[in-house]
């Protein structure tokens, strides 16, 4: 059985995120699959832009009206940006969202034949940007918990999608980027799923 990693919980106030899921109970989510992404504090903070703690900070922020932001980067209407994980270069692992909540992560998209993969997919953001290769630790945090997820809601490696696979319309969203080594990855969560 695929043990669950260590998760700190550093729950985005309720603003930063959507309702239960639509057809679901609270407590009874069911999601069908994971969207990476990468997130930083680039525009707002480029000197600390990896920093984890202002970039939760920068999500919050996004999700309030100008004049209620710590960052001032953004000056137009508030923003639906949110994530259930977000994994830090270190590898800590901050759980956003509850899992049996909607965030915003996707925006328009499609996957797998479906629509809004809000509804049905949990967004994973990691410290990061399109021009930096990602950390050793960051890689295996998010195998050890795409690992956890999957045994948990019994979907495959083939439901972890990058943003750019599910962005519509396509070409919209470039993350996790080229940097994102995927068959490291994948290599890394068989072999969580294949030890006894």
């Not at 639509?22 to 990896?50: N, T």
């Not at 992560?105 to 996957?111: D, I, V, W």
């Not at 990061?128 to 630790?137: K, Q, R």
């Not at 943003?163 to 996790?176: C, I, L, T």
Request: net charge neutral; with cysteine.
């Amino acid at each position: 059985m695929t043990s669950r990693p260590p998760i700190q919980h550093r729950y985005l106030p309720v603003q930063c995120y959507g309702s239960a899921r639509k057809g679901y109970a609270p407590g009874r989510l069911k999601p069908l699959g994971i969207v990476q992404h990468y997130f930083s504090g680039r525009w707002a903070f480029p000197e600390k832009r990896f920093d984890q703690e202002l970039c939760w900070q920068l999500m919050h922020d996004l999700n309030f009206e100008p004049d209620k932001r710590q960052f001032r980067v953004y000056t137009g209407p508030r923003v639906a940006a949110s994530a259930h994980f977000l994994i830090g270069r270190s590898g800590e692992i901050w759980q956003l969202v509850p899992l049996d909540f909607v965030a915003w992560h996707a925006g328009k998209s499609a996957f797998g034949g479906l629509l809004n993969c809000n509804d049905f997919m949990i967004g994973i953001e990691n410290v990061g940007s399109g021009d930096t290769p990602f950390t050793e630790l960051q890689y295996q945090a998010n195998a050890s918990l795409c690992a956890w997820l999957m045994a948990e809601y019994d979907f495959g490696p083939d439901m972890i999608a990058g943003h750019s696979d599910v962005a519509v319309p396509q070409g919209r969203k470039q993350d996790p980027g080229p940097h994102f080594d995927w068959h490291y990855l994948h290599t890394l969560i068989q072999d969580i799923r294949s030890a006894p």
